[in-house]
């Protein structure tokens, strides 16, 4: 028989004949389970904030994406589109076209960047989902898709032919522009919004998308030249061999090679470390509620000097009462915890099921239930209660039976 463990069993359920012992192990308890049901709240809550955030941004991303290593273009030549082609983890890839530009309409002006893209950029993002109003251009119509921002900010409907806007981007070459011949610097053209695309307030004023002819067009841009390609992989691919065989496609010309995560490299370091930061903010909060683990068992161990003399004087050695009150800590940190994470499960759930929180009268509260999460906090309350359990224990000395 193991009578560490089931004499900790029995100080732990059973109530002590000291009130004030009673009080201080059940505000112990009662913040085990507090601390660890708002430590699994907070990081559901956490994981919904970042798959909310990065939906919106994902909108545009395609699974890889190759960029020049340095300036703004590469060169996509017809042999590079063959080699593509023959790529059997590739499904889809897109030529894409971007430069910032000057938009201008009625008196009114915004800076926003130009996306050229061609047919396939449909079937390497999910950019069709995204249209608030209107349509997708029509390929050689001289249409382009704005953002809501960039519509109400220059006051532009859809497929209004009765004044059209303009963009503006400087011309190619060196020196400076003269403010005597600025209609000279600057490449021209017009369009007509057919559709207004709605993501949120940051991208809604970012993006006009064209077709890819009319980007070249206007940025002077021979039929090889791009900005970027956009590929879609079939699911569950190596991507390092896919890398592996853009890097031999590309291997004439400094290129890299991204992939979702690192498109938004700046957003997920950002959501990463507010996550860390409140991790560590909440378990700090344990560390202080395992405090009163420390002192009820301390208060346990003065209270039950005599039934620890009698123990000692039965055979039991120090290392074996240690391992009663040891094991007394530990039970009410797992147990504790365990309740803490279930509870923290059903609110999580009920959130996810109910909504019964709101950021706005239409938003719900994003959560995200994780087994991850789940872990984290159970893991980071056995180890923290064991640590607590074993300063505790060690307490019970020999000059305590004396």
């Given at each position: 028989m193991n009578f560490p463990l089931y004499i900790a069993k029995r100080y732990l359920f059973s109530k002590s004949s000291n009130n004030a012992i009673n009080i201080i192990t059940s505000i112990a308890a009662i913040g085990i389970v507090v601390g660890?049901?708002?430590l699994f709240i907070v990081l559901s809550g956490f994981s919904g904030l970042k798959d909310f955030s990065l939906q919106f941004t994902n909108v545009f991303d395609s699974d890889l994406k190759i960029e020049p290593e340095s300036g703004k273009t590469i060169q996509f030549s017809a042999a590079a589109q063959r080699l593509l082609d023959q790529e059997q983890d590739i499904i889809a890839y897109s030529k894409v076209i971007e430069e910032r530009i000057f938009l201008q309409f009625e008196g009114k002006n915004h800076i926003a960047y130009i996306k050229g893209v061609d047919e396939n950029y449909g079937n390497v993002t999910v950019i069709d989902s995204i249209l608030f109003l209107g349509r997708w251009f029509v390929e050689g119509q001289q249409e382009a898709v704005i953002g809501y921002n960039i519509a109400h900010k220059l006051s532009l409907g859809t497929m209004d032919f009765t004044s059209l806007p303009e963009i503006l981007v400087p011309k190619p070459g060196t020196g400076q522009i003269l403010v005597t011949d600025l209609a000279s610097a600057?490449?021209?053209q017009d369009f007509i919004a057919s559709g207004i695309y709605d993501v949120n307030e940051d991208v809604n004023g970012k993006y006009v998308f064209t077709?890819?002819?009319y980007a070249r067009d206007l940025l002077q841009l021979?039929?090889?030249?791009?900005?970027?390609?956009?590929?879609?992989?079939?699911p569950d691919v190596d991507e390092g061999n896919v890398r592996e065989a853009l890097t031999k496609i590309f291997s004439d010309q400094p290129i890299v090679i991204k992939n979702r995560i690192q498109q938004n490299d700046a957003l997920y370091k950002m959501l990463n470390t507010e996550n860390v930061a409140v991790y560590l903010i909440f378990t700090l909060v344990l560390i202080i509620a395992l405090f009163n683990v420390i002192g009820s068992i301390i208060m346990m161990i003065l209270d039950k000097r005599k039934n620890i003399k009698t123990l000692y004087n039965l055979g039991a050695t120090i290392k074996e009462i240690r391992k009663?009150?040891?094991l007394q800590g530990a039970l009410m940190t797992v147990l504790g915890g365990a309740l803490g994470i279930t509870l923290g499960v059903l609110v999580v759930w009920g959130q996810l099921q109910f909504k019964f929180i709101y950021i706005t009268a239409s938003l719900p509260y994003p959560v995200e239930l994780k087994l991850i999460n789940v872990v984290i906090v159970f893991v980071t309350l056995t180890v923290l209660g064991l640590l607590a359990s074993k300063i505790a224990a060690s307490r019970v000395r020999t000059q305590l039976l004396e």
């Open positions: 660890a049901m708002a600057f490449n021209k077709d890819l002819p021979d039929s090889t030249t791009v900005s970027s390609v956009a590929l879609k992989l079939k009663v009150f040891f």
